[in-house]
Every structure is written in structure tokens, then in C-alpha cells.
């Protein structure tokens, strides 16, 4: 479904808009692009040796995951069966984890507070990342049931 989203008009990347389209509430695009632009803004000032698109892009593939847990249902029981992650689906889970921390936190303005959580991500850290090892690990304890993810009659 990326074909239908347009670059952004600053940095002239889908994931900017993307990005830029998952902070935005109500449908206020301007007030979520001002944010964006500003945390771009700040990260900077913070990183000077790289873009900050580059920190956006590398902090994104950090979160991103590559195994996650799937319920199956089999003979009565339930089982939680790890799987690969589509990678459109790892964007998706990696935007959202990020945008989730970033909410959780308060006192600051949104485009610090999604400044700090980028670089916190960028670094290997932070609350995203930390999601994404609680997600890796979940697949990791659960990797003896990996066999009934290749069930071909249902």
C-alpha cells in the first residue's frame, strides 16, 4: 500500500510521510509535520557526524522486528508459535512501538520527546527497543512449538 503515499515535501521520503501520517490525531497533518520536522530538527543539533534522516532510518531498523509470536490453536491447546515477520509488517510494528513510547512519556513537547526516543532507538535503546527484545525473547522461549507454524492443511 506504499504505491499510494506521496514523499514528504522537506526530505522527499515515503517513511517521513509515513511516519508523519501514524503521529497524525484528528487529521491535523500540519500539526504531526511540524512535529516530525521539529524532532528532525533537534536530533540534528544532538547528532552532528549523520542526517537525520539517516538517524530516522537507522533507529527504524533497529526497532524493527524479525520474529514475533502468533497464537495457533491445535487440538485443544493453544500455542504460541514464533513466525517471521512480513516486512511490511515490521515497519508497521516498528512505527507503532516507537509512537507508543513516545506517548507514554509526558512532560515534554511531542517533537522532543520523539527526538529522544529516535535516538534512544538509533543508539540501541530506549522503550521501543526494549519492545522489540520482549517480542524477540517471547519467540526465542517459544521456539520448540516453531514446528506447528508449518501445518500445510489449514
Do not use: C
Not at 6 to 15: A, F, R, S, T
Not at 45 to 59: N, Q, S
Request: charged share 30%.
Amino acid at each position: 500500500m506504499d504505491y499510494l503515499l506521496k514523499p514528504d515535501p522537506k526530505y522527499n521520503d515515503k517513511l517521513v510521510s509515513r511516519l508523519t501520517n501514524s503521529i497524525m490525531k484528528e487529521g491535523k497533518k500540519s500539526t504531526a509535520q511540524r512535529a516530525l520536522y521539529k524532532a528532525m530538527s533537534v536530533m540534528e543539533k544532538k547528532i552532528t557526524d549523520v542526517g537525520p534522516l539517516e538517524v530516522l532510518l537507522k533507529a527504524i531498523d533497529n526497532v524493527k522486528p524479525i520474529m514475533e509470536v502468533k497464537s495457533k490453536r491445535i487440538g485443544g491447546a493453544t500455542y504460541q508459535v514464533p513466525t517471521q515477520v512480513p516486512t511490511d509488517r515490521q515497519l508497521s510494528l516498528a512505527i507503532r512501538w516507537i509512537l507508543e513510547s513516545v506517548r507514554k512519556k509526558k512532560g515534554k513537547p511531542l517533537h522532543v520527546r520523539l527526538s529522544d526516543e529516535l535516538l534512544a532507538a538509533y543508539k540501541g535503546e530506549g522503550d521501543a527497543m526494549l519492545t522489540r527484545q520482549n517480542v524477540h525473547k517471547m519467540a526465542e522461549a517459544n521456539k520448540a512449538f516453531a514446528h506447528f507454524g508449518f501445518r500445510r492443511d489449514r
